[in-house]
């Protein structure tokens, strides 16, 4: 089916509470509805009729599942082919604080790292680089420890443990363990990270630092990848620098990012059929497909309540790439609009023109977009 243009909606409802039962335990929780319901899910939904291996495909808007989180908090109200309701509980953590430092346990979540929208270092439910609403990261069910060890150092722990989806057993080779040690010499910043993820190891150093009055950060891993696997390991990598400036009696600030995955590839249609990259963009890891990628955005305040950004994604294999402006304007305290877009550019045969799906003759081209979202906070 083929329409030249489709409309949509989205609801988002989050409640959130913070229970102190003393100075050094607390509990928080976060309950959030989500709707979504439109064009595209019918489209999406007729497609599906006509090429059901498509089911579980990653091109297809489906609700967040637990099938692999140590708890079930997620249950579907209602859907149908136009639209899909349903609610979770995305924070459920309780958790210990003494001098020395805290212990978390439970549904939470944890951002590692210093890329702005490539992070190698963050294996563990990252943003998608398109996404331009970060208010909040999907919890996930694990146990965090943080150490202080002196005025420059800071040690995290984390275990996370996850369920076989097809035993629902929790397994070792499906769950991660990991550390990473934040320290600094002089002004640059330093954190070294060394995890079990899954089947595979990774070892992290990441640099933080400035030059002038801008800043700058260099992280990179290397990951060895299990025995079942044709390579012995690969190389990831971002690098960026910030800087904010006054022009025209404006503030302005920017970023340009570069991002290397050694574990991608050119050759669009090897790459979906490659095991160790389609396990990773279905664990919601990984959301590209190429080597090599460079990103920018500009932000300026036109008014205190009114902001304009622009961001660039850029395949630099193919020269393919996403274009997003918006603007944000916060009317009131407590409410902000947003509007913007998704355009998409690229040859056809490029990751951001459109692709052919191996198997069949299905040609996946993301679709540009517009949208306006209202936030109310309470």
């Given at each position: 089916?083929?329409?030249?243009?489709?409309?949509?909606?989205?609801?988002?409802?989050?409640?959130?509470?913070?229970?102190?039962?003393?100075?050094?335990?607390s509990?928080?929780?976060?309950?959030?509805v989500?709707g979504?319901?439109?064009?595209?899910?019918?489209?999406?939904?007729?497609?599906?009729?006509q090429?059901?291996v498509?089911?579980?495909?990653?091109?297809?808007?489906?609700?967040?599942?637990?099938?692999?989180?140590?708890?079930?908090?997620?249950?579907?109200?209602?859907?149908?082919?136009?639209?899909?309701?349903?609610?979770?509980?995305?924070?459920l953590?309780l958790?210990?604080?003494?001098?020395?430092?805290?212990?978390?346990?439970?549904?939470?979540?944890?951002?590692?790292?210093?890329?702005?929208?490539?992070?190698?270092?963050?294996?563990?439910?990252?943003?998608?680089?398109?996404?331009?609403?970060?208010?909040?990261?999907?919890?996930?069910?694990?146990?965090t420890?943080?150490?202080?060890?002196?005025?420059?150092?800071?040690?995290?722990?984390?275990?996370?443990?996850?369920?076989?989806?097809?035993?629902?057993?929790?397994?070792?080779?499906d769950?991660?363990?990991?550390?990473?040690?934040?320290?600094?010499?002089?002004?640059?910043?330093?954190?070294?990270?060394?995890g079990?993820?899954?089947?595979?190891?990774?070892?992290?150093?990441?640099?933080?630092?400035?030059?002038?009055?801008?800043?700058?950060?260099l992280d990179?891993?290397?990951?060895?990848?299990?025995?079942?696997?044709?390579?012995?390991?690969?190389?990831?990598l971002?690098?960026?620098?910030?800087?904010?400036?006054v022009?025209w009696?404006?503030?302005?600030?920017?970023?340009?990012?570069?991002?290397y995955?050694?574990?991608?590839?050119?050759?669009?249609?090897?790459?979906?059929?490659?095991?160790?990259?389609?396990?990773?963009?279905?664990?919601?890891?990984w959301?590209?497909?190429?080597?090599?990628?460079?990103?920018?955005q500009?932000?300026?305040?036109?008014?205190?309540?009114?902001?304009?950004?622009?961001?660039?994604i850029?395949?630099?294999?193919?020269?393919?790439?996403?274009?997003?402006?918006?603007?944000?304007?916060?009317?009131?305290?407590?409410?902000?609009?947003?509007?913007?877009?998704?355009?998409?550019?690229?040859?056809?045969?490029?990751?951001?023109?459109?692709?052919?799906l191996?198997?069949?003759?299905?040609?996946?081209v993301?679709?540009?977009?517009?949208?306006?979202?209202?936030?109310?906070y309470?």
């Amino acid at each position: 089916m083929h329409q030249d243009r489709l409309h949509d909606g989205a609801v988002e409802f989050r409640l959130k509470k913070n229970t102190g039962f003393n100075d050094w335990l607390s509990l928080d929780f976060h309950y959030e509805v989500i709707g979504t319901g439109g064009e595209t899910r019918k489209a999406q939904q007729q497609f599906l009729k006509q090429y059901p291996v498509f089911s579980d495909s990653l091109f297809m808007a489906n609700a967040v599942k637990d099938d692999s989180r140590v708890m079930d908090l997620t249950h579907t109200i209602s859907s149908d082919t136009e639209y899909l309701l349903y609610h979770r509980i995305d924070r459920l953590v309780l958790s210990a604080s003494a001098d020395w430092g805290s212990v978390r346990v439970g549904r939470q979540a944890l951002t590692w790292g210093n890329g702005f929208l490539f992070n190698p270092m963050d294996l563990f439910n990252p943003f998608s680089p398109t996404d331009v609403d970060r208010d909040y990261k999907i919890g996930d069910d694990m146990i965090t420890a943080q150490v202080y060890t002196g005025n420059s150092g800071e040690l995290q722990m984390l275990y996370m443990p996850r369920r076989d989806t097809e035993n629902h057993n929790i397994e070792w080779d499906d769950s991660s363990l990991a550390a990473k040690f934040h320290f600094n010499i002089s002004i640059t910043d330093i954190d070294v990270m060394a995890g079990k993820h899954y089947e595979d190891n990774v070892l992290g150093i990441g640099f933080t630092g400035y030059l002038m009055n801008a800043a700058w950060r260099l992280d990179t891993t290397y990951t060895w990848l299990d025995a079942d696997s044709e390579r012995s390991g690969f190389v990831s990598l971002v690098a960026n620098i910030d800087y904010s400036w006054v022009w025209w009696n404006k503030n302005l600030y920017g970023w340009i990012e570069y991002y290397y995955n050694g574990l991608g590839e050119n050759d669009y249609q090897k790459a979906l059929t490659d095991p160790d990259i389609m396990k990773r963009l279905a664990r919601g890891e990984w959301f590209t497909l190429g080597h090599s990628y460079m990103n920018t955005q500009l932000q300026i305040e036109w008014h205190p309540l009114v902001n304009g950004f622009i961001t660039i994604i850029t395949n630099t294999g193919d020269s393919s790439g996403i274009l997003q402006p918006r603007i944000t304007v916060d009317p009131a305290q407590n409410f902000q609009i947003m509007c913007g877009g998704n355009i998409y550019y690229g040859k056809t045969k490029t990751e951001f023109g459109g692709i052919e799906l191996p198997g069949v003759l299905v040609r996946e081209v993301p679709a540009d977009m517009v949208y306006l979202w209202l936030s109310y906070y309470f």
